[in-house]
């Protein structure tokens, strides 16, 4: 038994058959023992490729998705024209700066993910999947919706609440922010660690 199963950057190195095996065993582990599978993949055309086949197989196989999908239906996103990922900002070492011969102290890590269960969760009612476009008296957000699938939504400053939260929420969060959460502090890259 496991509350939480974890594959992260492995499918690529599989052949396409065996990465069938291997979610389709993932797929079935969690449907028996497990709390909750999550798949991980860089933030690439490629990456988010096997994380969409990998998403077929789980809903096919039975499972429930939570996150980031705000529904088990059919992707909408055309592989040919985008892809979903998302970012998280990680510090580097002093030893990771000069393996990568970087500069900074940061890293912004691009990933594509997919977490599902065998039980119903509760989850985001849309996702947003890009940095909020943010104007004088207007955010606009790229959205991820149960009902219309992508969405562009504008929250002017004449919607009041809404129009803070949209100005506080980042790239990754749900929309709208779960009541019982605040959105993430402004400035932060995405935060998708949580599953909400």
Not at 40 to 52: D, L
Not at 91 to 107: C, N, P, Q, V, W
Not at 169 to 183: C, K, L, M, Q
Request: with cysteine; glycine share 8%.
């Amino acid at each position: 038994m496991a509350d939480l199963v974890t594959m992260s950057y492995v499918l690529g190195e599989l052949s396409p058959a065996v990465q069938e095996d291997v979610v389709g065993s993932l797929a079935s582990e969690t449907a028996r023992a497990a709390g909750m599978l999550v798949i991980v993949e860089p933030g690439t055309p490629a990456g988010y490729a096997r994380i969409a086949a990998a998403r077929q197989l789980l809903t096919k196989s039975g499972l429930h998705l939570v996150a980031p999908c705000p529904h088990d239906g059919q992707c909408p996103i055309r592989p040919d024209q985008d892809w979903c990922h998302f970012a998280v900002r990680l510090s580097r070492t002093a030893l990771h700066r000069r393996i990568k011969d970087g500069t900074l102290s940061f890293e912004d890590e691009k990933f594509s993910y997919i977490a599902a269960s065998a039980r119903p969760w509760p989850r985001a009612e849309s996702r947003i999947l890009r940095h909020p476009l943010k104007r004088k008296g207007l955010v606009t957000l790229r959205l991820c919706t149960a009902e219309d699938g992508l969405a562009d939504r504008a929250v002017s400053k004449r919607q009041g609440e809404t129009y803070r939260e949209a100005r506080d929420v980042v790239w990754g969060d749900a929309w709208p922010p779960p009541a019982n959460e605040s959105p993430s502090p402004a400035g932060q890259e995405g935060d998708s660690s949580t599953i909400s």
